[in-house]
C-alpha cells in the first residue's frame, strides 16, 4: 500500500528520478579518472588503459543507491525513515549476554576446529583495534573531545617500547607501563593548549599534533632512525621464558617448560592471548571508570560544558584527565604493536590509522563498548577483503556512508544510565 501510495505521486517520481541521475552524474565526473583510467607499464613505459566497463558499473550503482534511498526517503510522512531509524537498543541483561558470549568465543577461539593461523593473526589484529577503539572512546565518546590525532600516542607508545628495549635491554613487560606513563604524559601535554578549543578547532588542532608527531619521528635520525625504523624488537615472554625454538645459555624456552615441540604458531597464539588480556582489563577499566565521579564528569562536559560548570565540575581537570587516560591505553596498544611486528617505521602511524579508529568509534556507537567491537570486526573484516584488494578503501567508504545514512547513532548508540534515579513511592493520603 506504501507503494501504490507512492506510485500516485508522479510529481515525486520525477523529482527522484532528477536527484538520482544528478548524482549519477557526479559519479560519472569522478569515475572517469579515478576508475575508467588506469596507469600500467608497458615496457618499461608508463601507459593509459581504459576501464570504461567499471566506471559504467560504478555509475549505476550509484544511480540506483541514490533511487532507493530517495523512494525509503519518501515512504516517511512526517520525518526521512532514514533518520529516524534508532540504534539497536540493548539492555543490561542483554549486553551482559553479548559481552559473556562475546568473551567465550575470543578465548576459544585458537582452539576451534575452523581456525587457522591466518585467524587467530587477523583476530589479534582486530584485537589491537578494539582496545584503540575503547581508548579513544574515553576521550571522544565520553568527554566528548574530539581527537584526530589519536595516533600519535598510538606511535609514542610503540616507539618507547622499542628505544627502552633497545637502550636498556629491558622486555615487554617491564616496558608496557613505561610506554603507557609516557603516551599518557603527552596526552596531558596536548591537553594543555586546546583546553579552550571545541568542535572542528580542537579537531584540527589534534591532527596537527599527530602530523607534527610522525614528522618528528621520520626525521630524528639519531634518535628514531628516521624512515628506516628500529628492527629486534624484543617479543613477550611467558614469566621469562620466550617462546622460541632455542633459548639462550641458562635460560629455558616455553616449550621445553611444558615438553611441547617447538611449532612457530604457538608464538601466535600467545600474541592473540596477551593482546585479548590486555582489551579486557581496558575494558573492565573504563567501564569502572564511567562509573566513578569523574566518569560522570566527561559526560556532564560532553552534554553542557557550561551547566558542568555551575555544578562545580573542572573543566581543565576533567579534560586533561580524559586525554591522558586515552592516551595511556593508546600506549599500551602500540607497545603491544610493536612487540608484535619486531619492527616499527613512522609510516605504520599515518592519519589513516586515527580516521579508522575514529570511524570505530563512530560507526560502534559513541561511548558504546560493544558496538566499539561491532565496528572494529567490521572495519578491519572489510580491509581484508582480497578479492577486491584494488577497491578496498572506495567500498570502505562507501560502507560508512551507508552505515551513517542508516544508523545515525552507529551500531548500538544507546547505553545504559551511570546513574539511575528511582521513583520515590506514593504516600497515601491520611
Not at 598510538?154 to 613505561?178: D, I, K, N, R, T
Request: charged share 15%; hydrophobic share 60%.
Amino acid at each position: 500500500m506504501a507503494f501504490a501510495a507512492l506510485s500516485q505521486r508522479r510529481l515525486d517520481w520525477a523529482h527522484l528520478v532528477k536527484d538520482a541521475a544528478l548524482a549519477a552524474l557526479v559519479a560519472l565526473v569522478l569515475a572517469i579518472p579515478l576508475v575508467g583510467l588506469q596507469t600500467v607499464e608497458v615496457n618499461a613505459a608508463l601507459t593509459i588503459r581504459t576501464r570504461w566497463d567499471w566506471a559504467a558499473i560504478g555509475v549505476a550503482a550509484v544511480f540506483v543507491g541514490r533511487l532507493l534511498l530517495g523512494v525509503a526517503r519518501s515512504l516517511s510522512a512526517a520525518r526521512s525513515a532514514v533518520a529516524r531509524r534508532p540504534a539497536i537498543i540493548l539492555n543490561r541483561q542483554r549486553a551482559t549476554l553479548l559481552a559473556v558470549l562475546g568473551i567465550m568465543f575470543a578465548v576459544a577461539l585458537p582452539v576451534l576446529p575452523f581456525s587457522s593461523r591466518y585467524i587467530v593473526d587477523l583476530a589479534t589484529t582486530v584485537m589491537i583495534y578494539v582496545m584503540l577503539g575503547w581508548g579513544l572512546n574515553v576521550v571522544v565518546g565520553l568527554a566528548g573531545l574530539l581527537d584526530l590525532g589519536y595516533v600519535a600516542f598510538y606511535a609514542v607508545g610503540a616507539y618507547s617500547f622499542a628505544l627502552f628495549a633497545q637502550w636498556f635491554q629491558l622486555g615487554f613487560w617491564e616496558c608496557l607501563p613505561l610506554a603507557g606513563l609516557l603516551a599518557a604524559s603527552f596526552g596531558v601535554a596536548l591537553g594543555f593548549p586546546v583546553l579552550r578549543l571545541r568542535g572542528d578547532y580542537l579537531a584540527i588542532v589534534t591532527l596537527g599534533f599527530g602530523e607534527i608527531v610522525r614528522i618528528v619521528l621520520l626525521n630524528w635520525v639519531p634518535v628514531t632512525n628516521g624512515p628506516a625504523g628500529i628492527g629486534n624488537v624484543p617479543r613477550p615472554t611467558f614469566f621469562g621464558m620466550p617462546l622460541v625454538a632455542r633459548a639462550p645459555a641458562g635460560r629455558t624456552t616455553f616449550d621445553e617448560f611444558f615438553h611441547l615441540t617447538f611449532n612457530p604458531g604457538h608464538r601466535i597464539v600467545f600474541l592473540y592471548y596477551v593482546i585479548l588480556t590486555l582489551a579486557l582489563i581496558t575494558n573492565f577499566f573504563t567501564l569502572r571508570l564511567r562509573r566513578l565521579p569523574i566518569g560522570r564528569a566527561w559526560e556532564a562536559l560532553r552534554e553542557d560544558e557550561i551547566a558542568a560548570r555551575a555544578l562545580g565540575i573542572n573543566p581543565t581537570t576533567v579534560k586533561l584527565s580524559a586525554f591522558a587516560i586515552g592516551a595511556m591505553l593508546g600506549g599500551f596498544a602500540g607497545a603491544f604493536f610493536a612487540t608484535r611486528q619486531g619492527f616499527i617505521s613512522p609510516e605504520s602511524f599515518s592519519f589513516i590509522e586515527s580516521a579508522t579508529i575514529l570511524a570505530i568509534v563512530v560507526l560502534g556507537g559513541m561511548g558504546s563498548q560493544l558496538g566499539v567491537v561491532l565496528a572494529a570486526v567490521a572495519l578491519v573484516g572489510m580491509q581484508e577483503l582480497r578479492l577486491f584488494a584494488e577497491f578496498r578503501m572506495l567500498i570502505f567508504g562507501a560502507a560508512m556512508i551507508a552505515i551513517m545514512a542508516w544508523r545515525p547513532r552507529g551500531f548500538i548508540g544507546h547505553r545504559e544510565p551511570s546513574v539511575r534515579l528511582e521513583r520515590a513511592p506514593a504516600r497515601r493520603a491520611a
